[in-house]
């Protein structure tokens, strides 16, 4: 069973430029959360998407926009790149469904490793 | 709002020592909580979790208690080894949807 699958892995961009990461979930899970995570940090929540809306999100710039597919696996994309984007950008699936619902914790994919120049 | 506080690292152990990585919250509700690792290069790996107040959750050798009447998750194992060599993080949940709010992680170095 495939876990949470994230590409790419690295990425490098120049300031300015627009970006796009990619995350399929976990197969049975329906809700797809992002993260970012500097270096020496623990990962910030960005937002959570389920059933292709976005539900829930932090402070983090509009800058930062995201979208969910009919098939569960959500997009981040970052626009007009900044030095300080660069981070572990983290994907973690959950089900919605159920009592336990996310208590019994994310299921987070490797990453991917964006480094804006 | 919701916050995690852990001891910083970076902790090096000897093969064998016991481990402690303290691990306070503040949460309004009933928080879930969890333990997270990561390995060089990796993504967090879910590592133990607790759901209610005197849980104690266990895996690979490691425990934390939840402890409602002092704000703690504290983990502990009682035998390091030298694969136990990552950054640990402490996190809770809470909330309808049940956002994850991580602490800044706890770099554990064990040497043979």
């Known amino acids: 069973d495939a876990g949470v699958t994230q590409s790419p892995t690295h990425l490098i961009k120049t300031r300015g430029q627009q970006v796009t990461l990619r995350c399929s979930p976990k197969s049975g899970h329906d809700t797809v959360s992002w993260y970012q995570q500097a270096l020496g940090q623990g990962p910030q929540f960005i937002f959570q998407?389920?059933?292709?809306?976005?539900?829930q999100r932090s402070n983090f710039p509009d800058r930062f926009s995201g979208h969910q597919f009919p098939n569960y696996s959500s997009e981040l994309n970052v626009n007009a790149l900044l030095l300080g984007d660069s981070a572990l950008y983290l994907c973690?699936?959950?089900?919605?469904?159920?009592?336990?619902?996310?208590?019994?914790?994310?299921?987070f994919g490797s990453g991917t490793r964006l480094t804006v120049v | 709002g919701n916050s995690v506080t852990q001891m910083e690292g970076p902790v090096t152990l000897s093969e064998e020592a016991f481990l402690t990585i303290n691990c306070t919250y503040t949460a309004t509700g009933y928080p879930s909580l969890f333990w997270y690792v990561q390995y060089p290069g990796e993504g967090l790996q879910l590592l133990l979790k607790?759901?209610?107040?005197?849980d104690k959750g266990s895996n690979k050798g490691f425990e934390a208690t939840y402890r409602k009447e002092t704000t703690s998750f504290h983990l502990e194992k009682g035998s390091v080894q030298v694969s136990d060599s990552a950054v640990y993080f402490c996190?809770?949940?809470?909330?309808?949807?049940?956002?994850?709010?991580f602490g800044i992680g706890t770099k554990l170095q064990v040497i043979p």
């Open positions: 607790a759901t209610k107040a005197d």
């Open positions: 996190a809770l949940s809470s909330g309808g949807y049940q956002k994850v709010t």
């Open positions: 998407y389920y059933e292709e809306e976005e539900r």
């Open positions: 973690a699936s959950s089900s919605n469904r159920g009592a336990k619902g996310h208590m019994g914790g994310y299921t």
